[in-house]
């Protein structure tokens, strides 16, 4: 493949924190794993894809290849890699779809982090080392049917009962929300208005009559993931879930997008890597008008396109996987998390548009052929557009952008 060296630039290396404690060779043998998994998961993915059916290979063979806990510490059977380092492993495995990817994301980048950098030391001990293993599939429960880009808008609730949180309400869009063992969901205290109505985080084990999943198959694209519905009806959590402290939920959800942000945006490069590859061997091989269309200037122009977008998109999100390095060694570092949560938004706004005009170009380089979920680029059309509206959508990301650059006093919803 056209760009098989980007998990080992120089710079991933130096992004390597003390907490990690990560070799080179611990750093290599990542490397191949993940190659491995994308070697042996692509024949899979296109027979799932074609059959726009669920792939249960993207989460078996990542515990195969020891992929679930790329980011989590080793003491909790992670692998313990700084955020570049699992940023290019994303890219790597967004090539075989955005679908593949969106698992890891909702399972490492907004279920096992948020534990992680949240949770209590009992909490991280009893959902992470299994996590890491295969013994438990976790998931993000943030948006609901009337509250996307305003999570505030939230109608989920709890009560306590005891030693109990009693958990009611429904969550929307939730990927991996059918096959999730836990679920970090937010919801408010049950009765509570005003100023008392303050968003709290609890971790949700999803076993149990009173937790319905349902998975929602009406999505262009992204066939092969799952995205569900579940509904909380009279739910019972242990009272010791709660993750973090009461009311402290929006701060954790928001926080924990950075971290979700980044990956959708490393995800995107992928994309657009994959589509450049696909590009470059069919302007060699494919002829019309007496040559390799690749000689066309036009086809030329298209390409060249497409390489602008990776080039910058895959310069942002380094320096966002680097800002966000940094803020996590520095917790409680205001400053340095809204400088990663700039520099995330940045990168995930860039990205995923990139990664649009990337794969409409790519189709229009494959001319009717791209035209056809038979080819990569089709394939990657339909899934990459909801980069653009999941984890933030293009509005809230130049919000985000607009009102950290003019200062205190511009928030647009303030």
């Known amino acids: 493949m056209h760009h098989v060296d980007t998990l080992t630039s120089p710079t991933a290396a130096k992004s390597a924190t003390k907490s990690s404690a990560v070799t080179d060779a611990e750093r290599a043998k990542l490397v191949a794993d993940v190659e491995a998994y994308c070697q042996e998961i692509r024949p899979i993915e296109e027979i799932c894809y074609l059959e726009h059916r669920p792939n249960p290979a993207i989460a078996e063979l990542a515990k195969k290849h020891n992929l679930l806990g790329m980011a989590m510490p080793k003491e909790y059977g992670g692998r313990g890699m700084d955020s570049l380092t699992y940023a290019r492993a994303l890219v790597r495995i967004n090539r075989e779809g955005t679908g593949v990817r969106t698992f890891f994301s909702g399972h490492t980048s907004i279920g096992q982090y948020p534990i992680l950098k949240y949770g209590t030391d009992e909490q991280k001990k009893r959902y992470l080392p299994k996590s890491c293993t295969g013994g438990c599939t976790l998931a993000f429960g943030l948006t609901e049917p009337e509250a996307g880009s305003n999570p505030l808008e939230g109608t989920c609730t709890y009560r306590r009962?005891?030693?109990?949180?009693?958990?009611?309400?429904?969550?929307?869009?939730?990927?991996?929300?059918?096959?999730?063992?836990?679920?970090?969901?937010?919801?408010?205290?049950?009765?509570?208005?005003?100023?008392?109505?303050?968003?709290?985080?609890?971790?949700?084990?999803?076993?149990?009559?009173t937790f319905?999943?349902?998975?929602?198959?009406?999505?262009?694209?992204?066939?092969?993931?799952?995205?569900?519905?579940?509904?909380?009806?009279?739910?019972?959590?242990?009272?010791?879930?709660?993750?973090?402290?009461?009311?402290?939920?929006?701060?954790?959800?928001?926080?924990?997008?950075?971290?979700?942000?980044?990956?959708?945006?490393?995800?995107?490069?992928?994309?657009?890597?994959d589509c450049l590859d696909e590009c470059l061997r069919y302007a060699r091989e494919r002829h019309q008008h007496g040559k390799p269309i690749g000689k066309h200037q036009l086809v030329q122009e298209h390409i060249a396109r497409i390489e602008f977008m990776r080039a910058t998109s895959d310069a942002m999100i380094e320096r966002a996987a680097i800002a966000k390095e940094i803020s996590d060694n520095a917790p409680g570092d205001a400053d340095l998390l809204s400088k990663a949560d700039f520099a995330v938004a940045e990168a995930?706004?860039?990205?995923?548009?990139?990664?649009?005009?990337?794969?409409?170009?790519a189709v229009q380089v494959f001319g009717g052929r791209g035209w056809s979920e038979l080819y990569r680029p089709f394939r990657h059309l339909q899934d990459v557009r909801v980069c653009r509206i999941y984890e933030g959508t293009d509005e809230i990301m130049k919000l985000k952008i607009a009102s950290k650059l003019l200062g205190k006093g511009f928030e647009a919803f303030a």
Not at 348 to 361: G, I, L, T
Request: aromatic share 8%; hydrophobic share 40%; proline share 2%.
């Open 348 to 361: 995930k706004y860039w990205a995923s548009n990139a990664a649009w005009e990337a794969v409409d170009r």
């Open 161 to 209: 009962e005891g030693g109990k949180l009693i958990m009611n309400g429904v969550k929307y869009l939730i990927s991996n929300g059918s096959i999730a063992d836990a679920v970090i969901v937010f919801a408010f205290p049950e009765g509570s208005t005003g100023k008392d109505r303050r968003m709290s985080a609890i971790i949700v084990d999803t076993a149990g009559d």
């Open 212 to 273: 319905e999943k349902e998975a929602l198959h009406a999505k262009p694209g992204m066939y092969t993931s799952d995205t569900a519905m579940f509904q909380m009806n009279d739910h019972p959590v242990n009272g010791d879930n709660m993750l973090g402290k009461e009311g402290e939920g929006f701060r954790i959800a928001m926080h924990t997008l950075v971290s979700g942000r980044l990956s959708v945006a490393s995800g995107c490069l992928g994309t657009i890597e």
